[in-house]
C-alpha cells in the first residue's frame, strides 16, 4: 500500500483518508451504549430495574417495546467470535435453557403488563437457528402471551442466522413463524481464511439461504464481513466483495477483527504471524468502501452500509437513525427488553445487564427474582451525553440549539473544554464548527468515534491523555 497521503473520494457519503486515520487511530469505544458497559456496576439491583419500569409507567405516552432474545449456543467454535456463547453439540442444554429463558419471559410479562407493545424483535447468539422449529414455535408463543406484537407489516423482527445450520426450508419456516428481517453470517468466503478462523462456508451454500430468504419475503437482508482475519489480504478482499454484491444484500456490515486474546479465549487458537499489518487492514477497508459505494450502497456508519432504498439509509436521511446495542436502528429511541443469559436492556433511563453465566443467571431465576447482575441509573448529564452521542453517530451533525441543557445553559459553556478539544480534529478535516453547530465532513465519518470520544465524561475522568482500557478495540 503506497504511504503518501492521498484522500479518495469514494461514494457521496464517505472519503477515505489513509494517513489520517494511521494518525488518529486509538482504542475507544463502540458507543453502543452510553454511559458504555464498562461503566455498570453491581450495585445496580432488581430494585433499580422495578423503579425504571416505574417511570416507564409514569410516561404520559406509551411508545412501543424493542425485545432482544439471547440463544447462546452454538454448533462448533469460530476463533474470532467475541460474543457470548457456549458450545455444545449436546441439545439438552438448550432444553434446560429454554425452561429458564420462559421463566424471565413471565416475569418481565408480568413486571410490563399494559406496556407491552412490541415493534422491534431480535434474535441473536450465539446461534438462535441453533433451536429446531419447535423449540422456536414454542419460544414465540411465550413471548406472544406475554408481549403485543405489532403486524408483520408495522414490526421489525429479525434473527441472525448462520448459513451453515440452516436449509432453504428452514429460512421458510423462519418467515412462517414471523421473522421478516435476517442477518447472515459470512466474515470471508476465502477458503484459506475460513479454515484459519475454524469456518468452512462455501459461497453456494450462503446464496442459497438468500436466494430462499428472498423468495419468501423477508423484508431485509444483511451479511456480515469482517476485515482483519488471518491470512487474508487486499488480494484475497476483492473475491469475497464480489461474490457478496453480486447476492444483492439489502445490508452490508463490514467489522473490524480486533484481536484481543486476552479477553476472548478463542483468539488465542489465530496465529497472530497469519493477521495481515495495519496498512493491509486500511487497504481493505478502503476496498470495502470503494466497492460498495460503486455498487450502490451508502454509508451508513461505523460498519454498516445499505441500498439508499432500505429502511436504515431512508430513516438516517429523515433524522430518525437510533444506535443500540444491536447497532443501527430504525426505532428511534425505543425502550429496550432483553432476555437471556448476558442481555443488556436499555429501559427509562438505566441499562440493565442479565448475569453472564449460565449458573448466574439460572440460580437467580431459581430464587424467583430477575436474573439482573449490574447496571447503571443514567444522571441528568449521562442522558444529556447519550443523546448527543447518538446524534453524531447516526447524523453526523449537531445543531447546538437542539441540545437540551439544564438551567438555560449555553451550549458554548456548557462543553467548553469539548468545543476546545475537538479545534484539533477540525484542523484535522474530521469536522467543521460555527457557533450554531458542528458537521462531520466526509472523511471524518470514518472516525465519528474518536468525536464521540470528547464528549464522554468518563474518559475525561480516566484522563484523555491516558492509556485507554485494553477493552477498547481501535476506532478503525
Not at 451508513?300 to 436502528?329: C, T, W
Request: charged content about 25%; aromatic content about 8%.
Amino acid at each position: 500500500m503506497n504511504a503518501s497521503r492521498t484522500v479518495i473520494p469514494l461514494t457521496p457519503s464517505v472519503e477515505f483518508d489513509a494517513a489520517l486515520i494511521r494518525k488518529l487511530n486509538q482504542m475507544g469505544p463502540r458507543y453502543t451504549s452510553y454511559p458504555t458497559a464498562d461503566r455498570f456496576s453491581r450495585d445496580f439491583a432488581v430494585a433499580d430495574y422495578g423503579q425504571a419500569v416505574a417511570r416507564l409507567r409514569a410516561r404520559p405516552e406509551q411508545a412501543p417495546l424493542s425485545l432482544y432474545v439471547h440463544i447462546p449456543f452454538c454448533e462448533s467454535l469460530c476463533y474470532y467470535c467475541a460474543c457470548n456463547k457456549i458450545i455444545t453439540q449436546d441439545r439438552s442444554k438448550a432444553v434446560a435453557y429454554l425452561d429458564y429463558l420462559k421463566r424471565e419471559i413471565a416475569m418481565q410479562g408480568q413486571l410490563l403488563a399494559g406496556v407491552n407493545q412490541v415493534e422491534q424483535l431480535h434474535f441473536g447468539g450465539g446461534t438462535p437457528t441453533y433451536l429446531s422449529d419447535e423449540q422456536m414455535d414454542d419460544l414465540l408463543a411465550c413471548l406472544r402471551s406475554w408481549f403485543d406484537f405489532a403486524p408483520d407489516t408495522l414490526g421489525e423482527y429479525s434473527v441472525e442466522v448462520d448459513p451453515r445450520t440452516v436449509t432453504p426450508e428452514r429460512i421458510r419456516t423462519l418467515r412462517r413463524q414471523g421473522f421478516n428481517r435476517i442477518s447472515l453470517g459470512v466474515q470471508d468466503f476465502d477458503a484459506e481464511v475460513q479454515r484459519a478462523v475454524n469456518r468452512i462456508q462455501p459461497e453456494a451454500q450462503t446464496v442459497e439461504v438468500i436466494e430462499a430468504a428472498r423468495g419468501c419475503g423477508f423484508r431485509s437482508i444483511s451479511v456480515d464481513l469482517i476485515y482483519g482475519l488471518p491470512k487474508q489480504s487486499p488480494a484475497t478482499m476483492v473475491p469475497t466483495l464480489e461474490k457478496v454484491i453480486a447476492a444483492n444484500p439489502d445490508r452490508v456490515a463490514i467489522y473490524n477483527y480486533a484481536h484481543m486474546p486476552h479477553l476472548f479465549k478463542s483468539q488465542r487458537l489465530i496465529e497472530a504471524a497469519d493477521l495481515p499489518s495495519p496498512d493491509a487492514k486500511l487497504e481493505m477497508l478502503r476496498l470495502c468502501i470503494e466497492r460498495l459505494g460503486a455498487a450502490g450502497y451508502v454509508y451508513i456508519g461505523m460498519d454498516h452500509f445499505a441500498k439508499p432504498e432500505d429502511d436504515l439509509a431512508v430513516s438516517q436521511r429523515d433524522g430518525r437513525l437510533h444506535r443500540n446495542f444491536q447497532g443501527y436502528s430504525t426505532h428511534a429511541e425505543a425502550d429496550m427488553v432483553a432476555l437471556g443469559v448476558s442481555g443488556i436492556s436499555a429501559l427509562a433511563g438505566c441499562y440493565s445487564q442479565n448475569d453472564k453465566t449460565l449458573a448466574g443467571y439460572y440460580a437467580m431465576l431459581d430464587e424467583g427474582r430477575l436474573p439482573v447482575a449490574r447496571g447503571i441509573t443514567l444522571n441528568a448529564d449521562d442522558l444529556l451525553r447519550r443523546d448527543l452521542i447518538g446524534r453524531l453517530m447516526c447524523d453526523f451533525e449537531l445543531a447546538f440549539a437542539d441540545v437540551w441543557l439544564p438551567d438555560e445553559a449555553r451550549f458554548a459553556d456548557y462543553f467548553a473544554a469539548e468545543l476546545k478539544a475537538l479545534e484539533p480534529l477540525a484542523a484535522d478535516g474530521l469536522l467543521s464548527m460555527d457557533a450554531d453547530g458542528l458537521r462531520v465532513s466526509l472523511k471524518g465519518r470514518l472516525l465519528i468515534r474518536n468525536i464521540c470520544m470528547v464528549f464522554d465524561r468518563y474518559l475525561e475522568q480516566a484522563g484523555r491523555d491516558g492509556p485507554a482500557p485494553r477493552r477498547y478495540s481501535k476506532t478503525i
